[in-house]
């Protein structure tokens, strides 16, 4: 049986390219700190797989810091910007739908040292209100914090027009671009932010490393201290070979972003089509595709538990689709906090599934997968009670 993955937003699979290209790189194997041949051949590489982040995202090659992901960009960037304050802590503006190392750095801070936090809502489509941020906003803000994409909705927030909103105010604003980057345009100039999270296993890179990007002139206060790396933004010895890997993964975005952007809007329209057939299929979020990530569909099939159709899916088709995120290791039984931030039922978000799909997926599968739910939907709605749908 063919195994179909439509769980691009939880992780890629490593780009082809990508993974032949590191293997032939495996003997590089020096410390760029080191002074020989060997270290500074390691050097090089590193500043050329700088420049190829850079070049994708649109900014300088100093301005970008290698971590070792999402989660620690967020959290660097969070804390390194109010470490500043913790002797008069202020005022923090998120949103209520962001990733738990965003929501739970938060939450650190407040409990912890004392700054105060306002959790911006979402409309039905996941969207927020412009004007509801500008109300937010106090003269003793510091730091807005909001994502570009959300990993379940695909919803793209108006960055750009929250950005000039805070013109005037002293304040670092950061947003999470993890879901992003490798899925839609990143201009950092159009987006006008002073700091950027990515991670490379994203968009077809390597597992365990990824980046922060912070505009020139900005300090932060480092997470890591020691032998000073990363311009002393970020202490120890640099994972070479997987800075390597992203900056490759980033060259084939720099190549082929536009087409596999217009691809994918194309798959989504075609998916989201043959899933509305389905009676009582619902799309969760906004309908509006150049709002939302073009390889992200979130839909509810009332009558049906999410768990049961992708446990079916999997065992009888082959395909793999989420229920929810995946940005948690304990597993839970939790209803999903962004389904709930746009008003669904708990009865809604149990019969909610999400699907995501990438470079790799054809319209042959996209067609496969929505027979295949079609298909389950209609057995399921028949075979089981409605209590335990």
Known sequence: MAERYFDYNATTPLDYETANWMFEQIGLFGNPSSTHTYGDQAKQALIRAREQISLAL???????????????????AIKGWLSQFLGCPGHIVTTCMEHPSVLQVVQYM????GFQATYLPVNREGFVAVDDFKRALRPDTQLVTVMLANNELG???PIREMVDAARGHELFFHTDAVQAVGKVPIGLQQLGVDALSFSAHKFNGPKGIGGLFVRKGIVLE??????????????????????????????TLTERALVLHERSLRMKQLLVR???????CSLNG???HLRTLPNTVNVCFNDVRGEALAAQLSMLHGIAISVGSACSA????????VLTAIGLTESEIKSSVRISFGPNTTEDDICFLSESIHQLVTNLRKLLPVEMR
Do not use: Y
Not at 110 to 113: A, D
């Open 222 to 251: 480092p997470l890591i201290h020691g032998g000073g790396q990363e311009a002393g933004w970020r202490s120890g010895t640099e994972n070479l070979l997987a800075v390597m890997g992203m900056g490759k993964a980033c060259e």
């Open 58 to 76: 649109g900014s300088l090659p100093e301005e970008i810091i290698i971590t070792s992901g999402g989660s620690e960009s967020n959290n660097f």
């Open 330 to 337: 304990n597993k839970e039984t939790k209803l999903s906090h």
């Open 110 to 113: 407040v409990k912890s040292h």
């Open 286 to 288: 906004s309908s509006d």
């Open 274 to 280: 043959e899933l509305l057939k389905i009676p009582k």
């Open 155 to 157: 919803t793209l927030q």
